[in-house]
């Protein structure tokens, strides 16, 4: 539904903007990014500066400046930090992401495709799906012990239902014609599965991966929040029992970073992988 | 019985089939759960036997304790959904009908959203405490975005013949939007509802789980595992715990998906 509204949003944009020429368009649209982001940034800036301090809210600028110092500052023992923490968490959410992507593929196409199957175990992964998956944090903790390992399986367990829900979904609404056609044609059955299922469910898979993404950072923090020795989550839990306002500002700001690179990947690898989808489509 | 109906019938779910089956998938996975345990093939010091923690999961409720954290739970939830609400909404439609402020608006909603909503348990939790309106705050925060958008797309599609013929019948600005886009945005609308009720539930007990001192089932549970008397005994209700937040969660929704189907069940859409 949410493509095609903003294939709609797209079309009427061009056919709005389609009067002016192109460096004209382009400098209106970057206009509109730095603009608001520069006045807010101006105003909150100016408001720290003038008013009496305000110890809740440092200045942006002061925010950005101590994040750049934290992570690659010229101190021999803050160095590793970009190394200790941020990629720390970067690593684990990574590895989680990664083994609960494929074990949910697995899944979800095992679902997707035998109807027996999918009828039996549905109420199971509908209600293991809907605990929310960091009320399981205690568990793994008391199942895996603080390490590292739990952290992944963790991330892996969370990450995973929304892989199977949108690879089932995918998969279960393949056209049977297409099915048969791989039948007809004796194609074995290892490439049927390569060649035909998955990149017909591939649509819906990249959709629950981008949920699933989002959810893999958000578990990550969680799961450095308790029980931790390091990564930006346990960072961040330290800098406010200490009270260091403008360093919980900084990790802050580097979480919002990390989402939006996230973000703006899987939506660079969607459009790279599913051109062909997009494209097929625009044609009809 | 259900194999007759298998063969011609495949286009064709039958009903009593799935449940049956997923009966079966339930009892089955029980069964297992509880030989496994009771004949010792995984020590019942991670897996209890099935029975026990189902009987667990009911005593629970007899704590006065846990009673009190479901109702702070659910008082949240019920809050910051409807805060979220009220604030996406109005924003949604405004941006579906003026490009210009969406465009000005959509830096900063681009920067905003990615963040992380636990990323600010540790501010909000300075400025505010560990009462309701730390967690309402959060909660909010997480819950806007997926109602906003979906007014954005539901206002947005509107269609815009139907606007001019409401136009052209002398019907003001206030009547269209009355009579024409909420009407056909409130599906969509409901849609960003749907998804921002569970985005809300998992967002209200993972704040309760990590902001210490915080009151709900989030907190019933971390407090369980920081009592290290009986470590057996402990587990079990944590178990319990966390299966009840699974019944609640897939209650509500199951509630909402009603809801959706009974009062907005025209708009035919996938099921995404």
Known sequence: MSTTSTRTLATRALRADGVRPAWQRALVSIAYFVIPIAAILGIWQLVVVLSPPAPFFPAPFAIIGNLWELLFGSDKAVQQVFVGEFLQTVGRMALGFALGAIWGVIIGTVMGLSRGTRETINPIVEFLRSIPATATLPLFIILLGGGDDMRVAFIAYGVSWFVVINTAQGVGSIHKTMLD??????VSPARRLFAIILPAAMPKIF???????????????????????????YMLVQAQGRFQLLNMWSWMLALAILGLIINSLLEFIEGKVLAWHRLSRQRT | MTSTTAPRQARRPSRSGAIWRGV???LGLSIVLEIVSRSGIVDQKYLP?????????????????????????????LIGLGISIVIAVPLGALFGMSRPIYRGARAVIELLRPIPPVA??????????SGMEMKVVIVVFAAVWPIMFNTLYGVHDVDPYAKDMARSFGIGRFGIIRRIVIPSA????????????????????TVELIAGGAQGIGAYISRLRGSYNDAAD????VLAATIMAGLIGLLINLLIGWFERRFFGWEARDSA
Do not use: C
């Not at chain 2, 036997?49 to 954290?69: A, H, K, M, N």
């Not at chain 2, 409130?186 to 007990?205: E, H, K, N, Q, Y």
């Not at chain 2, 402990?234 to 209700?237: C, E, P, Q």
């Open chain 1, 181 to 186: 056609l791989g039948k007809v044609f004796r």
């Open chain 1, 207 to 233: 959709a629950g991966l981008r949920i699933a993404s989002t959810a893999a950072l958000l578990l990550a923090i969680v799961s450095e929040f308790m029980l931790a020795s390091n990564g930006i989550g």
């Open chain 2, 24 to 26: 079966a998938g339930v």
């Open chain 2, 49 to 77: 036997p099935f029975s026990e923690v189902i009987v667990r999961s009911f005593t629970l409720w007899g704590d006065q304790q846990f009673r009190d954290d479901v109702a702070s739970t659910l008082l949240t939830y």
């Open chain 2, 120 to 129: 600010l348990i540790p501010l909000v939790l300075l400025m505010l405490g």
């Open chain 2, 186 to 205: 409130a599906p969509f609308i409901m849609t960003g509802v749907r998804i921002s009720s569970s985005i809300a539930l998992i967002v209200v007990i």
């Open chain 2, 234 to 237: 402990t587990y079990l209700s």
